[in-house]
């Protein structure tokens, strides 16, 4: 059973840092890319950030170039986003999914070809 839980979310004033946490078990990790998705009620879900299986290649959303940076340890199972400089549009739900190819080709930033995700951890940034 594969298992993607994240952790890290909380409350921030604009211009504060997080970092979110991804753990995923139940499949061979560094099979897959993996990317964050964010979410604000009545919105759809939107792609922030992909990491490739190796963690050699990434890319990232234009909203949130130059201020978050993803990576992955895959003797942890773990990849991680973190956020600096947070402004208030930044506030969301934030999920983990793990893609079903190994490099983010394609439409990463849809949330298509994603099979397995986790509940998500909410990130509120005040003015």
């Known amino acids: 059973q594969v298992q993607v839980v994240e952790s890290g979310g909380g409350l921030v004033q604009a211009g504060g840092s997080l970092r979110l946490s991804c753990t995923v078990s139940g499949l061979t990790f560094d099979d897959y890319a993996m990317t964050w998705f964010r979410q604000t009620p009545g919105e759809e879900r939107e792609g922030v950030s992909c990491?490739?299986?190796?963690?050699?290649?990434?890319a990232y959303a234009d909203s949130v170039k130059g201020r978050f940076t993803i990576s992955r340890d895959n003797r942890k199972n773990t990849v991680y986003l973190q956020m600096n400089n947070l402004r208030p549009e930044d506030t969301a739900m934030y999920y983990c999914a793990v893609y079903d190819y190994k490099f983010c080709v394609g439409l990463w930033e849809e949330d298509r070809g994603y099979n397995y995700w986790g509940q998500g951890t909410q990130v509120t940034v005040s003015p």
């Open positions: 990491i490739s299986w190796s963690a050699s290649k990434d």
